[in-house]
C-alpha cells in the first residue's frame, strides 16, 4: 500500500529552487499513486491546493518583531495550524522542505508525536549555519557547522544585523542537532557536500542520504528533446544577476573572450552590469525569458555558465542545462563541482579567478561535446524514475 504523504514547504508557489523541488515533489508522488497533501504559509502568490485552508497564518517579519520571534520559536499558531492537518489528513509520511522561519522545525516535532515517519530534504544549510549559506565576508565560514553558534552574533552574519543575527542565534540554539535529530528520520541532502557539512556538526551518518534534485518531467522532455539541436557559437548563463552568482567575474571575463555570451535574467545588479558591459559585442543581456526561451536558449547553446562564489547546493540550472545536453562551466563551490565530470559534460575552474574562468570558458567554446551523451547521461541521475526509487525506500526506511 502506498504511504500518504503530507509535502512540507514555507511557500509553494514557484519562488526559488526548494519551493520548485517541493511542488515537484508532490507531483511525482501523486502520479505514483500516493494520497498526498500540503501545507505551506498563507501567502497571496500560493498555487491554491485543497489544503489551503489549513496553511499557517501569515507572518510579516519585517511588521512584527515579536509575531516572527514566536514563528521563529515554534510557539502559538503553526502548533494549532499543523496539528489540525495532522489530525485531518493522517499521513504515514511528513515530508520536510524549507520550513524555518515562515514556519518551524516545532513541524517535525509534532508529525513524528503524531505517529508520522519524518523526512526533510535540505535545501540549504540552516541546519549546520545560522546565517543559511556557510560563507562570510565572501569566503567560505565552517566556524558554526563545527562550532558554538555564537559566531553569527559576534559576526553579525544575517544582513548585517545584530537583531537579526541575534533572533538566527535563539533559533539555532532552539533547534540544536540533538533536538531535531530525534524527531527526525532521514535527512535527504541533495550533494555530498551537503552530507559532508552534516557530518561535522555531527548528525548521525545513518540518517543522511544522498539524492539529487529531479526536474519536472515535462521540463526534462522539453530540454532532452532538443539535444541534438543544432549548437550556436554562444555561451549562456540564465539566472539571478547577484552578487553571489558571480556574475562580476562571469562578464569580466567573457569581455576578453571572443565567444558570445548570452545572458538571461534580472536581479539587483543589472542596472550595474548592463551599464558597465552593454557596449561590449561579445555580451547580450536579454532579460527575464519565460520558460519556452529557456529551453531554446539552453539547448542551443555551446555551453553554460555558473559562476558562484556562494556554496550552492545542488543547483537545478545546471542540471537543466546537462539535461539539454548543453556542457556547464561551472565554479568549485559546494556541491556544484559534483553534476560534472571533468571535460566530458563540463569544466570546473575556480571560483572568483577570472584570469582561470577565461581559459575554461574559451575550452569549452573550442572543444567538441558529445550533447546526446550528455542528455542521456543526464536523463539517467536526474530523471523522476531515480528520485522516485530513492525516495521510496528512504519512505520505507529500507534506504542504505
Given amino acids: 500500500m502506498k504511504q500518504k504523504v503530507l509535502i512540507v514547504n514555507k511557500f509553494y508557489y514557484p519562488r526559488g529552487g526548494d519551493c520548485i523541488v517541493a511542488m515537484n515533489t508532490e507531483k511525482l508522488l501523486r502520479a505514483r499513486g500516493h494520497e498526498t497533501a500540503v501545507f505551506a504559509m498563507d501567502f497571496p502568490d500560493n498555487i491554491e491546493t485543497p489544503w489551503t485552508a489549513y496553511y499557517a497564518p501569515r507572518v510579516d517579519f519585517g511588521a512584527s518583531k515579536v509575531a516572527a520571534a514566536k514563528r521563529l520559536m515554534g510557539v502559538g499558531d503553526i502548533r494549532q495550524s499543523f496539528g489540525r492537518i495532522l489530525d485531518e489528513f493522517c499521513p504515514d509520511v511528513v515530508h520536510l522542505n524549507n520550513i524555518h522561519s515562515y514556519l518551524s522545525p516545532v513541524v517535525a516535532e509534532l508529525a513524528r508525536r503524531h505517529g508520522a515517519r519524518v523526512v526533510w530534504t535540505l ?3 540552516k541546519l549546520v549555519c545560522p546565517a543559511y549559506t556557510c560563507m562570510r565576508d565572501g569566503h567560505r565560514c565552517d566556524s558554526c557547522v563545527t562550532g558554538p553558534k555564537w559566531g553569527v552574533v559576534r559576526n553579525r552574519c544575517l544582513k548585517g544585523s545584530l537583531v537579526a543575527s541575534a533572533l538566527a542565534w535563539l533559533e539555532a540554539v532552539r533547534w540544536n542537532r540533538r533536538r531535531l535529530e530525534k524527531s527526525t528520520d532521514a535527512f535527504i541532502c541533495p550533494s555530498e557536500f551537503m552530507r559532508s557539512a552534516m557530518l561535522k556538526a555531527g548528525f548521525d551518518a545513518a540518517k543522511l542520504h544522498v539524492v539529487n534534485n529531479f526536474l519536472d518531467p515535462a521540463k526534462a522532455s522539453a530540454l532532452q528533446a532538443q539535444a541534438t539541436a543544432q549548437r550556436g557559437g554562444y555561451g549562456c548563463y540564465i539566472g539571478r ?7 562580476r567575474t562571469m562578464l569580466e571575463a567573457a569581455s576578453q573572450l571572443p565567444c558570445e555570451l548570452k545572458v538571461a535574467g534580472d536581479g539587483p545588479l543589472a542596472d550595474e552590469l548592463r551599464t558597465r558591459y552593454g557596449a561590449s559585442p561579445n555580451i547580450t543581456f536579454l532579460g527575464h525569458l519565460d520558460a519556452a526561451g529557456v529551453v531554446r536558449l ?3 547553446a555551446r555551453f553554460s555558465v555558473l559562476a558562484s562564489e556562494c556554496c550552492e547546493n545542488n543547483p537545478l540550472g545546471v542540471i537543466e542545462s546537462l539535461c539539454a545536453g548543453t556542457p556547464a562551466v561551472v565554479s568549485d563551490m559546494g556541491g556544484i563541482p559534483e553534476l560534472v565530470t571533468e571535460g566530458v559534460n563540463g569544466l570546473v575552474f575556480k571560483a572568483g579567478d577570472t584570469a582561470d574562468l577565461v581559459r575554461v570558458m574559451g575550452e569549452a567554446a573550442t572543444r567538441d561535446w558529445d550533447n546526446a551523451a550528455i542528455a542521456a ?7 523522476q524514475d531515480a528520485h522516485y526509487k530513492a525516495l521510496a525506500a ?3 526506511n529500507s534506504a542504505n
Fill in 394 to 396: 528512504i519512505y520505507s
Fill in 298 to 300: 539552453c539547448s542551443q
Fill in 241 to 247: 544577476l547577484s552578487e553571489e552568482k558571480g556574475v
Fill in 123 to 125: 535545501h540549504d544549510y
Fill in 377 to 383: 547521461d543526464a536523463a539517467r541521475r536526474f530523471g
